[in-house]
Nanobody, 121 residues
Framework: HVRLVESGGGSVQAGGSLRLSCAAS????????MGWLRQAPGKRREGVAV???????SYADSVNGRFTISRDNTENTLYLQMNSLKPEDSAVYYC???????????????RGQGTQVTVSS
C-alpha cells in the first residue's frame, strides 16, 4: 500500500499563504491520481484539488484561482500552494492517492493522517 505523510500546515491570518507537502512511499501502482481533501469540524469531507499522473488538474470551485496543486513524480511528492486564505479554509487537510481522479472522487482515495490549517480573520 501507499503511505502518505503530510506537512506544512499551521496558522495564518486571512489573506496569507501556506504550502502543504505530501511525501508518498510504498507501492504507487494504484496511485494514478493524487489530491487533497479537507474536513472541518462538523462538516463533510470535501475534495479540494486533484492531479493526474499526466499533470491534469481539477479544483473545487471554492478554491479555484487561489490554490495550486502540483506533483513531482520523480520524488513522489505532492504539493498544495494555498494563497489568499480565508477563515472558511480552516480544516484538517489530507493528502490522498488512488484511482479517484475528480474532486468528488478523491475523497474515496487512500489518505494520510492530515495536517491542520487554521486561518484567522
Amino acid at each position: 500500500h501507499v503511505r502518505l505523510v503530510e506537512s506544512g500546515g499551521g496558522s495564518v491570518q486571512a489573506g496569507g499563504s501556506l504550502r502543504l507537502s505530501c511525501a508518498a512511499s510504498g507501492n504507487m501502482d494504484n496511485s494514478a491520481c493524487m489530491g487533497w481533501l479537507r474536513q472541518a469540524p462538523g462538516k463533510r469531507r470535501e475534495g479540494v484539488a486533484v492531479i493526474s499522473s499526466g499533470g491534469t488538474t481539477s479544483y473545487a470551485d471554492s478554491v479555484n484561482g487561489r490554490f495550486t496543486i502540483s506533483r513531482d513524480n520523480t520524488e513522489n511528492t505532492l504539493y498544495l500552494q494555498m494563497n489568499s486564505l480565508k477563515p472558511e479554509d480552516s480544516a484538517v487537510y489530507y493528502c490522498a492517492a488512488g484511482w479517484g481522479c475528480t474532486v468528488d472522487a478523491v475523497v474515496r482515495n487512500i489518505r494520510g493522517q492530515g495536517t491542520q490549517v487554521t486561518v484567522s480573520s
